[in-house]
């Protein structure tokens, strides 16, 4: 099995296990093959954490779970120095903690505090942690995919903007249609009565790393005209001086998206690019991937955050002002 089909094979698995949530999955898909970290946000009960242990059950990886709370700590995290005797002497030994592996659920991120959402900073952007002067590399497969509930916001804990940075895309989930609410009815009578007689079978065999690998290399390979680029920075750049493009643009915009954002909006559509099977990006893909890669990286002013605008809101109009090349 090659890239293509692995990965295929992996979207068709994860697909069958959450029903409705197509999108879902790509966006997933692509921060694994793009070598990001996502932020999925939703209200309860709409699969969050169900995706991400279905991306790793498909995966030959290992997922780890770490459930924040306000009374976590860094090295809860990270691990920590222990002292044991070894030849009648003491001596310290790094035990690793739960950042060590593959596939990182950090569910309900916002409900720890700021030194325990820093200590993911190191892991996210270097991916290597330092613990008592030393330094520990992480896995070469490390994906991080957190979690955060929109409207339950006692006892919680803003990401601050560096972090929100770090972050590859934020995905928003909405609810299923009914059709497929019916099939999820279906899906969790039939893991009732155990996965021999139920209608979600085990995959028939986890997708390798090296796949993952071998595909990244190949979506590297992506063409990227000059053209495209600079479609990619004309977005950007209608975020920092939406004063250029609309004043009621630069109404809602008080600061626009970093450097990484950028960087981040051309990577994605080359993997957006590479999943359509074609060898080039194309503006329909970097316009596909606008709205995941921006949402988290623009502050809106004082005055659109009262009148109810969102940020999707902002990149449609932005998606409108700037224009597609040909």
């Given at each position: 099995m ?25 966006q ?17 009960g709409l699969a ?57 659920l ?35 497969l ?14 919680t ?7 929100l ?55 590297h ?39 990484r ?66």
């Amino acid at each position: 099995m090659n890239a293509r089909e692995a990965i295929t094979a992996l979207q068709a698995h994860m697909e069958a296990s959450i029903i409705g949530q197509r999108d879902l999955v790509r966006q997933m898909v692509v921060g694994l093959l793009a070598n990001g970290h996502l932020l999925l946000e939703s209200l309860p009960g709409l699969a969050k954490t169900r995706a991400v242990k279905s991306l790793a059950k498909n995966l030959d990886a290992q997922m780890r779970r770490i459930q924040f709370t306000p009374d976590l700590l860094p090295s809860d995290i990270t691990g920590t120095e222990v002292l044991h005797q070894q030849d009648g002497q003491n001596i310290f030994q790094f035990q690793p903690g739960p950042i060590f592996g593959n596939v990182i659920l950090a569910d309900e991120i916002n409900r720890a505090p700021a030194k325990v959402q820093a200590a993911l900073l190191e892991a996210m952007e270097e991916r290597q942690i330092t613990v008592a002067g030393t330094t520990h590399v992480m896995p070469e497969l490390f994906i991080v995919m957190a979690t955060q509930n929109p409207i339950e916001q006692e006892g919680t804990y803003p990401l601050p903007e560096a972090q929100l940075d770090r972050f590859l895309m934020k995905v928003l989930i909405d609810y299923p249609d009914n059709a497929s609410e019916i099939g999820v009815l279906a899906l969790v009578r039939g893991e009732e009565v155990g996965p021999a007689r139920g209608s979600a079978q085990a995959p028939a065999g986890r997708i390798e790393p090296a796949r993952v690998f071998e595909a990244r290399t190949e979506i590297h390979g992506v063409h990227v005209a000059p053209a495209i680029e600079q479609y990619v920075m004309a977005l950007i750049d209608a975020t920092r001086h939406p004063d250029r493009y609309d004043k009621t643009l630069a109404s809602w915009i008080q600061i626009g998206a970093s450097p990484r954002g950028g960087i981040a909006l051309e990577r994605t559509s080359r993997v957006n690019a590479w999943l359509e099977g074609r060898p080039h990006v194309v503006p329909g893909d970097v316009r596909a991937m606008a709205h995941s890669v921006l949402r988290h990286r623009i502050i809106l002013t004082y005055d659109a955050s009262a009148e109810g605008i969102h940020a999707d809101r902002v990149i449609d109009r932005i998606l409108e002002l700037v224009a597609v090349p040909a």
